[in-house]
């Protein structure tokens, strides 16, 4: 197994930030082998470079990487994964930027090594955060992202170049990239061969062997070779599939089966895929004419991935192939192929709103077949299942699973890697892009051809790999959590922010406006609001509890929060809240055995006191009798409340006293 190793002292240090969190590298060599590895690196006189991933690591998506030498850097890649169940009101997750941000004056550019959303997916979210001087990229990935950067309005903030195969880019004064043609599941992909002055690392990006890919652009296993031969320092190597035996199969497997389920089908056809699968979309739009029918395309991302593919020639087909939605209930049944996003059940996607009946243009009949072209990525499998569940309850006979032969991977299996291993024949290695257990599995396969165990590491996102040209070791760490960005792209999701909507939506919320007048005594009951609250209380008796506790804690804790008297009191209403709101949620816990988020807004009023009895309980069970009553009878009810614009009791502003939030969840 790899080693994982302690910082040398003596390494450079920029600018960083230490991480909240750490997450245990795995234990993979003895102590003696990592010792005796940093201490062949204090041996050379040359700096090391410094590689760190800032997401992609113990995880499927955020693909970003920084290379690191002396006083510049470079960024590859910059993308985004989706969010997990609980997240709610989350639209897309980012790395956290807080090292580039404190670093930006070091950057000297990005690469790009493929346009799918978990690596270019962040860009132009991070130029509005941090500069960028240029972006060099295929193709397709360049069109893709000069659109999204239009639509968020920093398009004029980089420069962006486009690349060929074997072009060699040089940023800065230690970066030379040349751009080496790889075959994915997206046309125009790459991996890369980053020169520094300790040596030359390839980093694969997502890759597979397809010996007859589907444009018949091969992957350039000479060049790899070349730099097998020359010498390569360290290969950083893509792990997603790292468990699976053999070879990967070819994209042009997949033509006969959907060819065969074309032809079965009788009435509407429905296919869905990723929308960044080009191949994929090409081999399904050629079928479509073969098979004599119409498309209409749904989702925006589909749409923008065909416009850009078929502009520069990766998609060749006739405009009249297409036909606008509002007219496919024009077409017959059996003449009309419907091609769809949302083939991971993504909650907004056109497929998931057919199968939950939300989607204003089309719905599902008995007869239609529908076609998932493509397998739920980590974390997705229960989406894609209810969707699935959902069309065939409505009528549709779906075609799907591995057994279909309908989908490919474009992430190579284990001969795939080894192959990769075998011809760039690298000194170190360091297994990425993938969820811990293939980054484990992928190490294994790296020493069943001969890496020793001490000259690879697994590492997590935000470790500082240190090369020179005979050692690699972890150097430190930089802070490296996540982003979450709301459904609108354009604002946080905090971490309390997220906590508050996860308690929302399991406990829900209760919410008091209290009314104190000027000697600390309760004005009228409370306004009380419950939403979403389940428990074995009545609502009523609910209602008394949280009454007899808003009053004890207000007599207990007002001589805590006011100070002075009269006029020249001053009361910490923020305070004062805060202790109310705390013993509402410890009695909620106790008695009903949940949390919701709880919510207290208290005011001073002027005005006549109506006293609320004051229970002797301090746990809040009611009053000092046990019998659950609060001391508001009729005459409280009938009190001034200080919600009522008709009271004769005008709500008093604080005045002199301090202001307070009076939304302690906002977001």
């Known amino acids: 197994m790899p080693t994982s190793a302690t910082p040398n002292p003596a390494t450079p240090k920029p600018k960083t930030r230490t991480a909240r969190t750490r997450t245990t590298p795995v234990k993979a060599a003895t102590t003696t082998k990592a010792r005796a590895t940093k201490a062949r690196s204090s041996q050379n006189d040359v700096s090391p470079l410094r590689v760190i991933p800032l997401g992609g690591l113990h995880e499927i998506g955020k693909n970003t990487c920084i290379f690191e030498y002396e006083d510049e850097l470079i960024l590859v890649d910059a993308g985004l994964a989706f969010p997990t169940d609980g997240m709610h009101g989350v639209n897309v997750v980012l790395p956290d930027i807080t090292y580039l941000k404190e670093n930006q004056d070091r950057i000297r550019g990005m690469i790009v090594t493929h346009g799918h959303e978990d690596h270019i997916g962040g860009i132009a979210y991070h130029l509005k955060?941090?500069?960028?001087?240029?972006?060099?990229?295929?193709r397709l990935a360049m069109a893709l992202l000069g659109g999204k950067m239009e639509e968020a309005g920093v398009a004029d903030r980089v420069e962006v170049h486009t690349v060929q195969p074997r072009d060699v880019v040089?940023?800065?004064?230690?970066?030379?990239i040349e751009f080496i043609r790889n075959t994915h599941s997206?046309?125009?992909?790459f991996s890369l061969a980053i020169t520094t002055p300790v040596g030359t690392v390839i980093f694969t990006g997502d890759f597979k062997f397809d010996h007859t890919p589907v444009d018949g652009e091969r992957f350039d296993m000479q060049k790899l070779a070349e730099y097998g031969e020359k010498g390569v320092l360290c290969l950083f190597s893509d792990s997603t599939n790292a468990e699976v035996p053999g070879f990967c199969p070819s994209e042009r497997s997949v033509f006969p089966n959907l060819d065969r389920a074309f032809g079965e089908a009788q009435g509407r056809l429905f296919v869905t895929t990723f929308a960044s699968s080009v191949h994929r979309v090409n081999m399904i739009l050629e079928l479509a004419e073969k098979h004599n029918r119409y498309v209409a395309i749904l989702g925006r991302s589909m749409v923008n991935v065909i416009a850009h593919a078929r502009e520069l020639g990766y998609i060749r087909c006739p405009d009249s192939l297409f036909k606008p939605l509002h007219e496919a209930r024009n077409i017959p049944d059996d003449r009309l192929l419907i091609l769809s996003t949302g083939s991971q059940g993504e909650p907004m996607a056109a497929?998931?709103?057919?199968?939950?009946?939300t989607h204003r243009q089309m719905k599902i009949k008995p007869g239609d077949t529908v076609i998932f072209s493509a397998n739920p990525i980590p974390g997705n499998t229960i989406s894609v299942v209810e969707t699935i569940d959902k069309l065939m309850q409505q009528g549709a006979n779906v075609i799907y699973g591995k057994g279909r032969g309908i989908h490919v991977s474009g992430h190579g299996f284990q001969e795939d890697q080894k192959l990769m291993l075998a011809l760039t024949r690298p000194k170190f290695f360091v297994p990425v892009h993938g969820e811990h257990r293939m980054l484990v599995q992928h190490s294994k396969t790296a020493a069943s051809l001969g890496i020793p165990e001490e000259n690879m590491l697994i590492i997590n996102n935000g470790d500082a790999v240190a090369l020179t040209p005979d050692s690699i070791y972890l150097a430190d760490r930089v802070h490296a959590g996540i982003e979450l960005v709301d459904s609108s792209r354009t604002g946080m999701v905090h971490d309390r922010v997220l906590k508050e909507r996860q308690q929302l939506a399991e406990d829900g919320v209760v919410s008091a406006s209290v009314a104190v007048d000027a000697s600390g005594k309760v004005v009228g009951k409370p306004e009380i609001q419950v939403r979403g609250v389940v428990g074995s209380m009545a609502r009523t008796q609910l209602d008394r509890v949280l009454t007899s506790t808003i009053a004890?804690?207000?007599?207990?804790?007002?001589?805590?929060h006011t100070t002075g008297s009269g006029s020249d009191a001053e009361t910490d209403w923020t305070g004062l809240q805060a202790v109310i709101e705390r013993d509402i949620q410890r009695m909620l816990r106790r008695e009903l055995q949940c949390e919701p988020l709880v919510l207290v807004l208290a005011h001073q009023v002027d005005g006549v006191s109506v006293e609320v009895e004051v229970s002797n309980d301090s746990n809040g069970n009611g009053n000092g009798n046990g019998n659950g009553k609060t001391g508001v009878e009729s005459s409280a009810e009938n009190a001034i409340s200080p919600m009522n614009d008709k009271s004769s009791g005008k709500s008093k502003p604080p005045g002199r006293r301090r202001t307070r939030s009076t939304a302690r969840a906002a977001s």
């Open 351 to 357: 497929m998931s709103r057919i199968a939950n009946q």
């Open 170 to 176: 040089k940023l800065g004064k230690y970066f030379s």
């Open 552 to 560: 004890n804690t207000v007599a207990e804790q007002w001589p805590k």
């Open 129 to 138: 955060h941090f500069h960028i001087p240029v972006i060099h990229g295929p």
């Open 186 to 189: 997206m046309a125009d992909s």
